[in-house]
């Protein structure tokens, strides 16, 4: 299967603190792959470098082939619009509603009409089920929709990628379950991505295979029973840990 | 102290990388005309009510004070022109600029901070755009056009303002002033007041956005980026009005 992402070698420093030592990792088309590890060990921040957020110290990003991590800011504009990023609080843009924080994206990547913009976001409203929710502000949704709408903006595109970063973070049970079938939907219409989370079981539910970060490496990468049966320690640790 | 003035350079030196970028991308698309139109409004019209009162009001009071220290001596005649000389020189763009800085300043840099620690900027870079070209360029050009034009209308209500007061303490006739106050300001003098009020707005814009950009600490760091922006610009505002002036005066004078 084609690789969509490739990463070699990655470092990240934080002044004095390393946060990645040496991260390498692929990412074939339509897989999603589990990003797991404790609190603090740079899991967002990985996120945040693949995409440009974050500059890096050392390593190379490919995407397609194409290798990104020395591109400059605006020339990574056109390849955010093909991997998204879906914050861990949503970051919708408060002062617009739900519809204009979608149509955001499309307003400055596609030269659509009126009627074919409303056609698009409405679609991908109805595809996290918050169609009747599109004239509400920001501040007047509840934390699960904040990350549904999110969601939508960061799927509005038809990316090929999705950094979900922490989606179903801070959710009750049942708004982790709709915001895991979202990710369902948006993987059988051939969206895969990176999905950074502690919650093995949620993992479990949307991944293809999972990757454990710790001490700034990548010390586990297999499929879901692997991780299971694995017998290195530190996977082990965080198994029981869950 | 040698961390301090290297904070200092590090501080100019961001100032003016955001100002060169704000400057390459006002000449460059995409240009949002309708963000543009929004912070015209903002800060143009919404200013408009609290400029006339202010310059209104400075024209009453300095014509009451010099007609009054000047009739001492037997000057009153010369009040028109040193009221209007002052109010477009100095008093109109200064005071517009001020209240600008604290209307607008530190709105701007509560605005950006607030979407800073809410991670709002980070989702205009996810999403393909420049927070420069989306945030700072439309409110530096709305500035840049607004303020000029407050400074002149401040100055407009000075000189009415003075004028009434002119009549109704000095006996002086309308037509004597206006012919005086005609007589005394000349094109550079109006061509000064603006460019005054076009170094301050972006003075202002860019303290206020550079500052919104670097807020941390949520709410409370949304808070102090407010205050830093009014106190910072108007320490500058009120030091290059100096530099500015000997400049000007050089240069028309």
Not at chain 2, 90 to 106: D, Q
Request: proline letters at 3%; a neutral charge.
């Amino acid at each position: 299967m084609q690789t969509v992402l490739k990463v070699s070698h990655l470092k990240k420093n934080f002044g004095a603190k390393t946060v990645h030592r040496d991260i390498s990792f692929e990412l074939k088309k339509s897989e999603t792959v589990g990003l797991l590890g404790n609190s603090g060990t740079g899991k967002s921040v990985l996120l945040r470098c693949l995409i440009g957020l974050e500059t890096m110290d050392e390593g190379e990003v490919y995407f397609n082939q194409t290798r990104i991590d020395l591109w400059q800011e605006e020339e990574l504009f056109e390849l955010r619009t093909k991997m998204s990023y879906a914050f861990q609080s949503g970051a919708l843009f408060d002062s617009l509603s739900v519809y204009e924080n979608i149509a955001y994206p499309v307003r400055e990547h596609l030269k659509l009409s009126a009627a074919e913009e409303e056609k698009l976001v409405m679609d991908v409203l109805r595809l996290v089920r918050m169609e009747d929710a599109a004239h509400l502000f920001p501040s007047d949704l509840s934390g699960g929709m904040q990350k549904r709408a999110g969601l939508a903006r960061a799927m509005v595109l038809k990316p090929e990628i999705i950094l979900y970063d922490e989606p179903t973070a801070g959710l009750d049970p049942v708004n982790v379950e709709n915001v895991l079938d979202i990710m369902n939907t948006f993987k059988k219409r051939g969206v895969g991505g990176i999905f950074v989370t502690h919650d093995i079981p949620a993992a479990k539910k949307v991944c293809d295979r999972l990757l454990l970060v710790d001490s700034g490496k990548i010390v586990f990468s297999g499929g879901i029973r692997e991780f299971e049966e694995s017998t290195d320690p530190v996977v082990q640790k965080f198994n029981m840990a869950q | 102290m040698m961390v301090k003035i290297k904070d200092q350079f590090e501080f100019f030196g961001e100032l003016m990388s955001l100002l060169g970028k704000s400057t390459h991308a006002i000449f460059s698309r995409p240009f949002y005309w309708a963000r543009l139109n929004e912070q015209i409004i903002e800060l143009g019209s919404r200013s408009l009510s609290i400029t006339i009162v202010i310059g209104f009001v400075m024209g009453l009071v300095m014509t009451l004070q010099f007609g009054y220290g000047l009739a001492k001596f037997g000057g009153t005649l010369y009040v028109p022109a040193i009221v209007s000389l002052s109010l477009i020189r100095e008093m109109a763009p200064i005071f517009t600029s001020l209240l600008v800085a604290g209307r607008i300043g530190s709105g701007i840099a509560a605005e950006i901070g607030a979407m800073n620690v809410s991670q709002q900027i980070d989702a205009i870079r996810a999403l393909g755009t420049s927070p420069i070209r989306v945030l700072v360029v439309p409110r530096l050009v709305a500035a840049m056009v607004s303020l000029p034009l407050l400074g002149i209308l401040a100055t407009f209500m000075g000189i009415i303002g003075g004028m009434m007061i002119a009549r109704s303490e000095f006996d002086m006739a309308y037509g004597f002033y206006i012919n005086k106050v005609l007589a005394t300001i000349k094109i550079h003098d109006v061509f000064s007041c603006y460019i005054k009020c076009m170094f301050f707005a972006v003075v202002i814009v860019l303290l206020a956005c550079w500052k919104g950009f670097q807020t941390k600490e949520g709410t409370r760091g949304v808070g102090s980026a407010a205050t830093w922006v009014v106190v910072r610009s108007s320490i500058v505002i009120l030091i290059s009005d100096f530099f500015l002036s000997k400049i000007l005066i050089l240069l028309f004078d």
